[in-house]
């Protein structure tokens, strides 16, 4: 069966780095698109980061541009999430998330199929 499993989150400063991955399994992970989805306390999805099957096509939100980086290893069916310059308002629990397709999804939940349970990255001094 499909599964993704987030990892890497925790307590980090502000101007701090993480890096989240997420490890794919039970699917052709080349063979889809995949995405990097947040959810701050007390507020709604952000579909935050997305690439496509082979990692040539990239999204980014506004909120993160220039200081995260998403990148896919699909040798080793695993989904990165580089985040740098961290602020508190990046604290979230983060998803990655499967595509039905290959191709960028656009940020609506009906693009996906298949959900990790998240990691959480707290910034905070």
């Known amino acids: 069966q499909v599964q993704l499993v987030e990892s890497g989150g925790g307590l980090v400063q502000p101007g701090g780095s993480l890096r989240l991955s997420c490890a794919a399994s039970g699917f052709t992970f080349s063979s889809y698109a995949m995405s990097w989805v947040r959810r701050a306390p007390g507020k709604g999805l952000e579909w935050v980061l997305a690439i496509n099957s082979g990692g040539g096509s990239t999204y980014y939100a506004d909120s993160v541009k220039g200081r995260f980086t998403i990148s896919r290893d699909n040798a080793k069916n695993t989904l990165y999430l580089q985040m740098n310059s961290l602020k508190p308002e990046d604290t979230a629990v983060y998803y990655c998330?499967?595509?039905?397709?290959?191709?960028?999804?656009?940020?609506?939940?009906?693009?996906?199929?298949?959900w990790g349970q998240g990691t959480q990255v707290t910034v905070s001094s």
């Open positions: 998330a499967k595509a039905k397709g290959e191709r960028l999804p656009r940020p609506r939940a009906y693009e996906y199929d298949y």
